[in-house]
């Protein structure tokens, strides 16, 4: 009876709320007001159901809610907020790359290698100032597998996994927004390429070792969303006009 009560509880979620819990991830465009039902939805699932089970997954609360509130609050009412958040994990079917057989030199008797690409989350933004911001995280992990022969002549296998986080964030400015290069350059951790012409685009790349605790990506997500502004000190870009 218990299950059942938090069962019925679920069904009066919001359609993404339980898309997250029940596929671990949604594609959605919703205009900015739009988003608060389900980040309230989202707020009150630990009052209605306890089974661990039927949790939305971890990343939802420490980086998809805190970046769709961050977002939201410099859209427009009519601005559109577009996320495809996968959230199966990087076990999920589809997401590794074919074995490779890798040279080896003794004792190693084999090595193989493949990888999983898990591009977990983009959002686009249409901003307040007319601005477009785009963003993506991929985790790229390295896999090797390894059979060896050791001094007694036992056979051993070995694995070896490398997790590499990959952030991507760009900026597409209005047709003919002014614009000035900073006066300091990025940090160092990441790298910005700039796109000159009628409508500049800013690129900001960041590459982490990790796994990164999700709590600190998301501040360095953050950090890296505020490059491309840097680019357009306040005053330089008019807000636009409802029409």
Known sequence: MFWRRQRAAMERFHPLHRALI?????????????????????AGHGLEVKRRKWAPPPRTATVLVPL???LTADMRPEGVLSVAADLRGPTAPGKATPEQQLPVRHPVKSL????????WLRMRAE????SVLEFQVTDRIRH?????TNPRGKI???RKSKTVQLVRVIRHLPKGAAHRRPDTPPPAWFSVRVKTGSRMVIRATGKFQG?????????AILQMTTEPFRWTPPGTITPRRKP
């Open 127 to 130: 901003l307040r100032d007319g």
């Open 22 to 42: 029940d596929q671990r991830g949604f594609t959605v465009s919703l205009r900015r007001d739009d988003w608060e039902p389900v980040i309230r939805s989202l």
């Open 68 to 70: 769709v509130r961050v």
């Open 112 to 119: 193989k290698q493949w990888f999983v690409i898990d591009p």
């Open 156 to 158: 051993k296998f070995k």
């Open 144 to 148: 090797r597998k390894l059979r060896k």
């Open 211 to 219: 796994p990164v605790a999700d709590p600190e990506l998301t501040k």
